[in-house]
């Protein structure tokens, strides 16, 4: 079975501060696909990044960064010099390939980033 | 602008009325889905349809229907819907295989009174 684990349900930090959101997943398969996402107050689920079980490569982007750790079944998300605008829920998801378009979201964290 | 576009973006019904939420999308995805998401809470996989057809279904009530008239558009019929139905509804598309990410509409907000 699948299963996404965000133990952090709720983070504040004050702006500027960095801050790292966890995710673990459980596969017993061998190529899956995991995948951020960030929902703002406004609703709409934005898609953030995604990365396969066989791309061990950590990623930069602005200021966001990913953290892919296959031997503890974790990807990491972090978010440096945190402005106001980061403030959403955001989800880890995990996706079987050919599984009839199944996503397994997390619970979600949410993060307030107070000025 | 978001590229799968949903409407209206707030319903409130009765419990004996039917109404509609509808989802379009123009990016040649041949998927897509209808979640149901609580506050505080992820989104939950209602229904999904994959070149027009329907793939899955997550043991939703039969209050709720779906309808995919094409590849560009859904459709989630309600009808005598519960109080407890209140939601936020969310329409995504994807192409069908492999890592292919989900892009979500902004959701219908919807009140069961």
């Known amino acids: 079975a699948q299963k996404v684990t965000q133990a952090q349900t709720e983070i504040s930090v004050v702006e500027k501060e960095d801050v790292t959101l966890d995710c673990v997943y459980e596969t017993r398969d061998t190529t899956y696909y995991l995948f951020w996402y960030k929902q703002p107050p406004s609703g709409e689920l934005v898609f953030l990044i995604r990365?396969?079980?066989?791309?061990?490569q950590n990623e930069i982007s602005g200021r966001y960064s990913w953290n892919f750790q296959k031997s503890t079944s974790s990807f990491n998300f972090t978010i440096t010099a945190s402005q106001v605008v980061d403030s959403a829920v955001y989800f880890c998801?995990?996706?079987?390939?050919?599984?009839?378009?199944?996503?397994?979201f997390g619970t979600g964290t949410s993060l307030t980033v107070i000025p | 602008d978001t590229e799968v576009t949903q409407t209206p973006k707030h319903l409130v019904m009765g419990m004996t009325n039917k109404k509609s939420l509808k989802c379009e999308q123009h990016?040649?995805?041949?998927?897509m889905y209808w979640y149901k998401q609580k506050a505080k809470k992820p989104p939950e996989l209602m229904f999904v349809?994959?070149?027009?057809?329907?793939?899955i279904n997550e043991s939703v009530p039969s209050r709720f229907s779906p309808e995919c008239p094409n590849s560009s558009l859904l459709n989630l019929h309600l009808h005598a819907l519960q109080p407890e139905d209140s939601a936020l509804y969310l329409c995504?598309?994807?192409?069908?295989?492999?890592?292919?990410?989900?892009?979500f509409g902004a959701g219908s907000r919807l009140t069961v009174l």
């Open positions: 990016m040649g995805h041949r998927a």
């Open positions: 995504a598309s994807s192409h069908p295989y492999g890592a292919n990410v989900l892009t």
């Open positions: 998801a995990l996706r079987k390939p050919n599984t009839g378009n199944q996503f397994y």
């Open positions: 990365r396969n079980s066989f791309d061990e």
């Open positions: 349809y994959s070149y027009e057809k329907l793939s």
